[in-house]
């Protein structure tokens, strides 16, 4: 069993930063790629960038530039660095961590990140 805790989100001006972070606490867990997901008042939940216990990354073609995944792997500890947003922006920020060697997903509460002036 895997529990995320998240934290960072809140309200900021266009323009702005903000970092999201999200730990993630278990026994004796291999914890493969982690990664963010957002997901937007009447839309779907999209990806937003994800990062591989090497250190690979990939992002989604809308934050390329202003956003950037990094990782503790000691501490289990996935941060989204967040730079030059923007009102759409705005969503719920999830964290996602998969288990090595298995189809095992956990996610995290969600952390709300508003962009408004």
């Known amino acids: 069993q895997v529990q995320l805790v998240e934290s960072g989100g809140g309200l900021v001006q266009p323009g702005g930063s903000l970092r999201l972070s999200c730990a993630a606490s278990?026994?004796?867990?291999?914890?493969?790629?982690m990664g963010w997901y957002r997901q937007a008042p009447g839309k779907q939940r999209e990806l937003v960038a994800l990062?591989?216990?090497?250190?690979?990354?990939n992002y989604a073609d809308f934050v390329k530039g202003r956003f950037t995944i990094s990782r503790d792997n000691v501490r289990n500890t996935v941060y989204l660095q967040m730079n030059s947003l923007k009102p759409e922006d705005t969503a719920v920020y999830y964290c996602?961590?998969?288990?090595?060697?298995?189809?095992?997903?956990?996610w995290g509460q969600g952390t709300q990140v508003t962009v408004s002036s």
């Open positions: 996602r961590v998969s288990i090595a060697l298995t189809m095992i997903v956990y």
């Open positions: 278990g026994s004796r867990v291999n914890i493969d790629t």
């Open positions: 990062i591989t216990t090497g250190g690979n990354t």
